[in-house]
């Protein structure tokens, strides 16, 4: 902002504009969305808050790199063998992750179970 002198006063001077363009106008005929905010917004009235609209209404609401991660965790590279059953329970393994389980316990389920590769997990 030091570079540019008086861009702040510009953008502080569109922005009093804005504000008291929809102040004068009902609540109901005001734009309820930045895509909303960015049509009815005029391009050469407004250069500074256009882009910024612009940029706002681009923006995702919500991101999915959470997601991402959590399912790039869960698919290892015995993605394509996995069943559908399996990656429920390394998912519930996951979520659950808080749970404290006791070692002895699990190794004893699975030690007197007859097929331990078909042990089922409840958590």
């Not at 997601?67 to 429920?88: A, G, H, M």
């Not at 007197?112 to 997990?121: E, F, T, V």
Request: net charge neutral; hydrophobic share 40%.
């Amino acid at each position: 902002m030091d570079d540019l002198p008086g861009f702040k006063d510009t953008v502080d001077a569109e922005y009093d504009l804005w504000i008291s363009k929809w102040t004068s106008l009902e609540p109901s005929s005001r734009p309820s969305t930045f895509t909303d905010a960015l049509i009815s917004c005029d391009k050469t009235l407004y250069p500074n808050l256009y882009q910024l609209l612009k940029i706002l209404a681009i923006l995702p609401v919500s991101t999915a790199s959470a997601e991402r991660s959590f399912l790039t965790r869960l698919k290892t590279y015995l993605r394509n063998s996995t069943s559908e059953n399996r990656l429920v329970s390394l998912a519930l393994l996951n979520i659950h992750r808080n749970i404290c389980t006791m070692d002895d316990m699990v190794l004893d389920k699975f030690a007197n179970s007859g097929r331990a590769r078909q042990l089922k997990l409840v958590i």
